[in-house]
């Protein structure tokens, strides 16, 4: 039997604990959109969920798709019947495009701040998931892309080599956090963190197989089946042993920011805010539209 679980919109949740949830969302109308951003489709014989991400045109992590986001993945979570979450996008040629700059660039502090919990919310219930998570990978992936796919537990792309992923902040003009920095290391290793932050690094799909950032590539028709056949390897685990195990691996890097989350939004919202980042960023944005054109 399958439930369609439509998420509700524009809805704030008001979360703190690491990785779990509290369980009041509080609704609260935007209306900037009516549109779900995320759609998921829960198949309680199996125990997956398929979360399809449908923020046209790029699937660009707004405010509000973030809140979205969490809500949707923290309802999966409680729901113990839910055992696996395969992430995709609905857009052609994007998984995501990564944080939406335009909730960065000139915007007040308070709604930076707000967007920034925002985006660590969606880190902390993806990192920290006792379900299975694997990122069926099926468009471009960057920047804040790349931090949901490396959050999740296994990574499949579509062998498209105009596809790219990784952690691009520098050529904006801004630095990955160190939440961002360490979730990289723990998938690909320090060296070639180091590297692929400082230049700012987009891979190819080949290449992102070669470091270990994605973990299979197949054809572009194949990444939800495979990421469907491949969660079913994982789910043949006793699922108390893999979460501990998870969570041994993970808690540490989760801590690490659970610790500091004031300090961490205080310290985006100074940077963000700064002359010539918001510099950066409008340069970048333009640069955007200009290759459009
Ligand atoms: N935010 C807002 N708008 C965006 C974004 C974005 N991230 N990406 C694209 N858009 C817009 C474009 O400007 C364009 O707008 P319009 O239609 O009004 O001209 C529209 O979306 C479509 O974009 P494209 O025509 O470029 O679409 P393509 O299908 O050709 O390409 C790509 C898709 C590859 C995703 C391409 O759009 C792209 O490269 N986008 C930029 C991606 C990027 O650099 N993202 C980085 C965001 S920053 C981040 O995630 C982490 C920040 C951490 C901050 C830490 C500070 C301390």
Redesign the pocket.
């Known amino acids: 039997m399958s439930i369609k679980y439509m998420c509700l919109l524009s809805v704030r949740s008001s979360c703190s604990s690491h990785g779990r949830v509290c369980a009041s969302p509080v609704a609260q109308q935007r209306n900037n959109s009516t549109s779900p951003k995320i759609k998921v489709d829960f198949d309680q014989s199996t125990g997956v969920a398929v979360m399809q991400m449908q923020s046209p ?2 699937n ?2 707004s405010l509000d798709f973030l809140t979205e986001f969490s809500i949707a993945t923290e309802k999966l979570e409680m729901d113990k019947s839910c055992r696996g979450l395969i992430i995709t996008s609905s857009q052609p ?2 998984f995501s ?6 909730e ?1 660039y000139m915007k007040s502090p308070e709604h930076c701040g707000e967007f920034w919990k925002a985006v660590q919310e969606m880190w902390l219930k993806l990192y920290g998931s006792n379900m299975v998570t694997i990122a069926a990978i099926n468009g ?1 992936s ?4 790349c ?1 949901m796919s490396i959050a999740c537990d296994y990574r499949i792309m579509a062998d498209n080599p105009r596809y ?1 992923i990784g952690l ?2 520098t ?2 003009g ?4 160190f939440w ?1 920095k360490d979730t990289m290391i723990n998938t690909v290793g320090h060296r070639t963190t180091e590297m692929a932050l400082e230049l700012g690094m987009l891979y190819n799909p080949s290449e992102a197989l070669k470091i270990g950032l994605v973990d299979q590539l197949v054809p572009e028709d194949q990444v939800v089946t495979t990421a469907t056949q491949t969660m079913t390897k994982w789910l043949a685990i006793p699922d108390h042993a893999r979460q501990i195990t998870k969570s041994m691996m993970r808690k540490p890097t989760i801590d690490k920011l659970t610790s500091n989350r004031e300090t961490d939004i205080q310290y ?1 919202v100074n ?2 805010t700064k002359d010539s980042i918001q510099k950066s960023l409008g340069m ?2 333009a640069m ?2 200009k ?2 054109g």
């Open positions: 045109p790029v660009s992590l040629k994007v495009a990564g944080l939406d700059i335009m960065m471009s960057p920047a804040g892309g931090l790219s691009n902040e050529q904006l801004i630095v990955a956090p961002f985006f940077f963000i970048y944005l955007l539209k290759r459009k």
